[in-house]
């Protein structure tokens, strides 16, 4: 049995019991005295009253039909375009070079410069390397993970995938996906 039904049925004793409340409350009202022509009044009135009450509930038992016959058209285009979307993300599913680096989880230990033999450049280098900051080497790497996601989105843009898709695959905002795109520059 569906809830409509429950529904139904409820409305039905519930309409039950208040005509048993009207029957009742005229027969109380009239007294044992009253004549058969009065009896016969109440009761067309009754009659009358309960058929329009029978009629608006078939109404409303209808129209509550036809908007749970809307709501489960509805869940059903729904589900369909849920499970298409689903099947195109599978199929789109990038190559291993595309695939999102995992995210880093806290600081990195500082890591220790070894120090080969000096040529010019290398001499340079582990200069600057030790002139580096702990959080500049940071900004250093979050820069170039962030490189690493915006090429990422541009492949994906590229493969054809709407911004919202982008966004939840590469876990970039939404409107940084959709600046990147916007403002592409052609590649060579």
Do not use: C, H
């Not at 939840?168 to 959709?178: A, I, K, N, S, Y």
């Amino acid at each position: 049995m569906t809830t409509f039904e429950f529904f139904q049925i409820f409305i039905d004793i519930v309409f039950l019991f208040l005509i048993l409340l009207l029957v009742a409350g005229r027969a109380w009202k009239k007294g044992a005295a009253g004549t058969r022509e009065n009896e016969q009044e109440s009761y067309r009135e009754m009659i009358s009253t309960l058929s329009v009450l029978i009629k608006e509930m078939k109404e409303t038992s209808a129209d509550l039909q036809e908007r749970i016959g809307e709501k489960q058209v509805e869940v059903a285009r729904t589900l369909a375009a849920i499970e298409d979307r689903m099947e195109r993300l599978k199929n789109a599913v990038p190559s291993e070079s595309v695939q999102a680096k995992p995210v880093r989880k806290g600081p990195e230990p500082a890591r220790k410069v070894v120090r080969e033999a000096p040529s010019a450049a290398r001499a340079e280098t582990g200069a600057r390397e030790e002139q580096m900051t702990e959080e500049e080497r940071k900004r250093a790497e979050e820069e170039k993970e962030r490189k690493e996601k915006y090429r990422q989105v541009m492949d994906l843009a590229d493969k054809g995938w709407s911004a919202l898709d982008i966004a939840r695959f590469t876990q970039v905002p939404l409107g940084e996906v959709d600046l990147l795109i916007r403002t592409k520059v052609p590649r060579r």
